[in-house]
């Protein structure tokens, strides 16, 4: 039986440019579920993530991902990353990105055939990275995370700027991907986004205020958003 | 459910693959980028061509500057390209991405020194078929080994421009390394002034200058025959030899630049 936990964190802390981006936050991350990093900008969701991909000098804490230390060079496979700004090529075409990722990963076409659906980007195969919307650059982005199916996926604001269609469509995807096993760590900094996760994590400044069911969190306060839970714990906390 | 990702190269230093499918991303950029493209192929010859007309009437000036600049502009060219594209690869989050998956510094490096060194043979190779069959550029050493100092030249030049880009945050400051870097080594390179005529400080500096042994081939090639290995003297090899030490020592120095993990 596989370990139902797949990454886990523990007392991490993270200096970025001289603030306490991540400030002593410990939480783990099981597999079959969509876990929301959710909080206001600036409060260390992107430091967090990019310490879980190994892309983050951290000042101390373990973090583990798959039984291996983050960063591990066994994990470059089945790690997928999206960052939180999209990180493709402007000067190249969605399929020549995706097909180029999918080479240094080792896949061949039929993969990057199924990604570009995945995000529903099939129209605009041939366009120019540069020459999509700000939306469609990051389903590109997230296409890329996709390749070879990992089985760990950390998503950084993956749902930013789109329409709530697509928005929809993408959560869906996001709980079939959890339905087979993987799971997901994604980020976001609108509250009502969180009623999609499986699990919540609501941090602020660096700190975790919470962890738990996006039911149980309103049960235990009371509140009857998450906005409005997130606000009065931040009322309890200071 | 199916994890279909590969391992194929775990924990190996350099992929074959890897590196490849970045020189073809490279080639890629580039057929997208066609005044790029196109002032990569062509400048070279149209500058060239400019110093030949300068010198029209002034006798053996051609002869003796146009070497020297077959190994200049490659090296300059392909320094201001590697600088800026690394910087964006840093910048855009696209490092970092490829960093994160199996790609090794090594396959990031030699992917980039591959492509840009194809693109520095096509180039020199048009500069200097116009020069020997258009221009008239007198050689006396064989043709070909002028193309293969200027790809020297050209990897050397991807080299120190990967290697300032670490050092930048911005285009305009990469930018800024140009005269920094290249134009001191323009002025002490020997096509001023010959070198054993400067300071002797200024000498001493120059020796230590890569683009200084470019130069020095360059001319030889162009200036002796020999019956030697290549038709060329042995010192166009020792000094094509330093400049492949330079551009190896540039890469080690970029590939320690190139961190998995960033603040």
Request: proline share 4%; aromatic share 6%; net charge negative.
């Given at each position: 039986?596989?370990?139902?936990?797949?990454?886990?964190?523990?007392?991490?802390?993270?200096?970025?440019?001289?603030?306490?981006?991540?400030?002593?936050?410990t939480?783990?991350?099981?597999?079959?579920?969509?876990?929301?990093?959710?909080?206001?900008?600036?409060?260390?969701?992107?430091?967090?993530?990019?310490s879980v991909?190994?892309?983050?000098?951290?000042?101390?804490?373990?973090?583990?991902?798959?039984?291996?230390?983050?960063?591990?060079?066994?994990?470059?496979?089945?790690?997928?990353?999206?960052?939180?700004?999209?990180?493709?090529?402007?000067?190249?075409?969605?399929?020549?990105?995706?097909?180029?990722?999918?080479?240094?990963?080792g896949?061949?076409?039929?993969e990057?055939d199924?990604?570009?659906?995945?995000?529903?980007?099939?129209?605009?195969?041939?366009?120019?990275?540069?020459?999509l919307?700000?939306g469609q650059?990051?389903?590109?982005?997230?296409a890329?995370?996709?390749?070879?199916?990992?089985?760990?996926?950390?998503?950084?604001?993956?749902?930013?700027?789109?329409?709530?269609?697509?928005?929809?469509?993408?959560?869906?995807?996001?709980?079939?991907?959890?339905?087979?096993?993987?799971?997901?760590?994604?980020?976001s900094?609108?509250?009502?986004e969180?009623?999609?996760c499986?699990?919540l994590?609501?941090?602020?400044?660096?700190?975790?205020?919470a962890?738990?069911?996006?039911?149980?969190?309103?049960?235990?306060?009371?509140?009857?958003?998450?906005?409005?839970?997130?606000?009065?714990?931040?009322?309890?906390?200071? | 459910?199916?994890?279909?990702r590969?391992?194929?190269?775990?924990?190996?230093?350099?992929?074959?693959?890897?590196?490849?499918?970045?020189?073809?991303?490279?080639?890629?950029?580039?057929?997208?980028?066609?005044?790029?493209?196109?002032?990569?192929?062509?400048?070279?010859?149209?500058?060239?061509?400019?110093?030949?007309?300068?010198?029209?009437?002034?006798?053996?000036?051609?002869?003796?500057?146009g070497?020297?600049?077959l190994?200049?502009i490659?090296?300059?060219?392909?320094?201001?390209?590697?600088?800026v594209?690394?910087?964006?690869e840093?910048?855009?989050?696209?490092?970092?991405?490829?960093?994160?998956?199996?790609?090794?510094?090594l396959?990031?490096?030699?992917?980039?020194a591959?492509?840009f060194?194809?693109?520095?043979?096509?180039?020199?190779?048009?500069?200097?078929?116009?020069?020997?069959?258009?221009?008239?550029?007198?050689?006396?050493?064989p043709?070909?080994?002028?193309?293969?100092?200027?790809?020297?030249?050209?990897?050397?030049?991807?080299?120190?421009?990967?290697?300032?880009s670490?050092?930048?945050?911005?285009?305009?400051?990469?930018?800024?390394?140009?005269?920094?870097?290249?134009?001191?080594?323009?002025?002490?390179?020997?096509?001023?002034?010959?070198?054993?005529?400067?300071?002797?400080?200024?000498e001493a500096?120059?020796d230590?200058?890569?683009?200084s042994?470019?130069?020095?081939?360059?001319?030889?090639?162009?200036?002796?025959t020999?019956?030697?290995?290549?038709?060329?003297?042995?010192?166009?090899w020792?000094?094509?030899?330093?400049?492949?030490?330079?551009?190896?020592?540039?890469l080690?120095?970029?590939?320690?630049?190139?961190?998995?993990r960033t603040?």
């Amino acid at each position: 039986m596989m370990n139902s936990v797949a990454v886990e964190v523990d007392d991490l802390h993270v200096l970025r440019f001289g603030v306490r981006a991540v400030d002593g936050v410990t939480f783990s991350v099981p597999r079959g579920q969509v876990t929301g990093l959710l909080g206001p900008s600036g409060c260390g969701k992107t430091s967090l993530m990019r310490s879980v991909v190994g892309a983050q000098i951290v000042r101390s804490g373990t973090i583990t991902v798959a039984g291996l230390p983050a960063g591990d060079p066994a994990l470059r496979h089945r790690v997928g990353y999206v960052t939180q700004a999209p990180s493709v090529y402007d000067d190249l075409t969605v399929e020549e990105n995706l097909r180029f990722f999918a080479r240094v990963l080792g896949l061949d076409g039929a993969e990057v055939d199924r990604c570009v659906a995945a995000v529903d980007l099939g129209d605009h195969r041939g366009r120019l990275a540069s020459r999509l919307s700000g939306g469609q650059r990051s389903r590109v982005s997230l296409a890329v995370a996709l390749l070879g199916n990992p089985d760990i996926l950390v998503l950084d604001e993956p749902t930013v700027g789109l329409d709530p269609v697509l928005r929809r469509d993408l959560w869906d995807l996001f709980h079939r991907l959890a339905g087979d096993g993987a799971a997901l760590l994604v980020s976001s900094h609108v509250m009502d986004e969180a009623e999609r996760c499986d699990r919540l994590l609501l941090m602020r400044e660096g700190r975790l205020l919470a962890d738990d069911t996006p039911d149980g969190l309103l049960e235990r306060t009371g509140a009857r958003s998450i906005e409005q839970a997130f606000l009065s714990l931040v009322e309890v906390t200071s | 459910m199916s994890h279909v990702r590969p391992h194929t190269s775990g924990g190996r230093a350099m992929s074959l693959r890897i590196t490849g499918a970045i020189a073809g991303r490279v080639f890629a950029q580039l057929r997208h980028d066609h005044r790029t493209a196109a002032m990569l192929l062509v400048v070279p010859s149209v500058i060239l061509t400019l110093l030949w007309w300068m010198f029209e009437d002034q006798g053996p000036g051609f002869d003796s500057l146009g070497p020297p600049l077959l190994a200049l502009i490659p090296f300059i060219v392909m320094f201001l390209v590697t600088s800026v594209t690394t910087l964006r690869e840093r910048s855009s989050g696209t490092l970092e991405r490829l960093l994160v998956m199996p790609t090794g510094k090594l396959d990031f490096l030699g992917g980039y020194a591959l492509a840009f060194g194809v693109v520095a043979a096509v180039q020199s190779a048009i500069a200097v078929l116009l020069c020997v069959w258009v221009l008239g550029l007198e050689v006396a050493g064989p043709v070909w080994m002028l193309t293969v100092v200027a790809v020297a030249d050209a990897v050397l030049g991807s080299a120190l421009g990967l290697l300032v880009s670490a050092f930048a945050r911005t285009e305009f400051q990469a930018v800024q390394f140009m005269p920094l870097i290249v134009i001191p080594q323009i002025l002490l390179c020997g096509l001023f002034i010959e070198r054993e005529l400067m300071p002797p400080v200024l000498e001493a500096i120059s020796d230590l200058l890569p683009l200084s042994y470019a130069v020095d081939a360059m001319s030889t090639v162009s200036t002796t025959t020999s019956d030697a290995f290549g038709g060329v003297d042995t010192s166009v090899w020792s000094d094509l030899g330093v400049v492949a030490a330079f551009t190896v020592a540039a890469l080690a120095l970029g590939a320690a630049t190139l961190r998995r993990r960033t603040a």
